[in-house]
């Protein structure tokens, strides 16, 4: 399995919003004592037992290549896309297969490049009061309320994608869909 996490290179979009699948590989990285394996294919590859997680290094518009070329690479069938979500309250988390990319540049390069044909790991963000702020609110780092509950947050995501190496989809999302915040 290839387990990717969207987000920005740099350390000025670290602790943003659409970095939160980053901050989720970093986790997980710690969590299963992977091993950096390459920094090629556009991005930074760790590998734990069979499985693979990458942080594409591409920005967040052109992700698909990279997860395209370690796909194609180490012939991988399953693909797990962990981003943000918009459209989903902070704190909220939802899982699915396939569907189209509601606006999110990111998934869009992904579909491009490897089909619509992966798990998308959702992980609510808030939105902006105006539509016209989308750019600098996905941008900005989380306020201080969502601060205090990231750590908890990312950690159940990590525990969700950790039961998705051994489970079915459908069991994992009906076992770790988050639909109210805050967490508990």
Known sequence: MLIVGLGNPGANYERTRHNIGFMVIDELVKKQNAQKISSSFDGTLFKFSNHFLLKPLTFMNLSGSAIRDVKQFYKIDEVVVIHDDLDLPFGTLRFKKGGGHGGH????????????????????IGKPEHKGEVASYVLSNFTKDEQAHLDEFITFTCKAIEALLTNTLEDVSSKYTIKNFPLK
């Open 105 to 124: 540049n990111g998934l869009r390069s992904t579909d491009e490049h490897i089909s619509k044909e992966y798990i998308r790991v959702r992980m609510g």
